[in-house]
């Protein structure tokens, strides 16, 4: 596509619930980053994909979160048994290689009650 | 792992010249990334020093200094829709892109 897509834009779910975010990076991109950003701060790394592998998933705050990327470009950030600390912006970011500019989708509000 | 210090907060005047600098530390680096944050927007790309000196593109300008581990951006003929918050990041060969947690400028008349 022309850009970063992001869905949904907003997601409201009651504590406990499984929720998954998707992000479909531009076309061809081989890099694929999730971010979390609280209001008033910077996007806070989580984790990263070249093509399907996961390079790195230090900034992952626990187990209940999970990414995935299976065929390399569409990926799907899953966090269970969600938690109010979750709520944040979620986004994700692509770019032609690693560490070259990054691409940025408008964001999933993720609330969680 | 990667650390980056920047100012919190800057004001400046319509018309004026702003320098926003941004210092790091972190193993391995090769280049330091500016990007702008609108409120309710996403960050989006400014511009990349993987070289030391000057890099200028329209009225922004930004500055690197791998021994001084210390960049800047510049901003000229400040506009009111300049008023955003700005991100340094520093790009290494093994860990991903971090950001600092960024300067908000507020552009006043």
């Known amino acids: 596509g022309a850009g970063v897509s992001q869905s949904p834009r907003y997601k409201v779910t009651k504590r406990g619930q499984d929720v998954a975010l998707r992000c479909d990076p531009i076309s061809g991109h081989v890099s694929l980053y999730w971010y979390r950003q609280a209001l008033g701060q910077g996007p806070e790394f989580l984790t990263y994909?070249?093509?399907?592998?996961?390079?790195?998933k230090s900034g992952l705050p626990n187990d209940r979160f999970s990414a995935e990327r299976p065929e390399g470009s569409i990926s799907t950030l899953t966090i269970q048994r969600t938690e109010q600390r979750d709520s944040a912006m979620y986004r994700c970011?692509?770019?032609?290689?690693?560490?070259?500019?990054?691409?940025f989708g408008s964001g999933t509000q993720l609330s969680v009650l | 792992g990667q650390s980056l210090e920047q100012p919190s907060e800057v004001t400046a005047v319509e018309g004026a010249i702003v320098q926003i600098n941004c210092t790091y530390q972190?193993?391995?680096?090769?280049?330091l990334s500016w990007y702008q944050q609108h409120d309710g927007g996403a960050p989006t790309f400014l511009s990349y020093?993987?070289?030391?000196g000057l890099e200028e593109t329209g009225r922004f300008s930004s500055f690197l200094s791998r021994s001084d581990s210390y960049g800047y951006l510049l901003l000229q003929e400040l506009q009111m829709k300049d008023s955003a918050s700005y991100f340094c990041?520093?790009?290494?060969?093994?860990?991903?892109?971090?950001f600092g947690k960024g300067t908000r400028l507020s552009v006043i008349a």
């Open positions: 972190t193993s391995g680096f090769y280049g």
């Open positions: 020093n993987a070289l030391d």
């Open positions: 990041v520093a790009g290494s060969g093994n860990t991903p892109l971090v």
């Open positions: 970011a692509s770019s032609r290689d690693s560490n070259e500019k990054l691409f």
């Open positions: 994909f070249n093509y399907e592998a996961q390079q790195d």
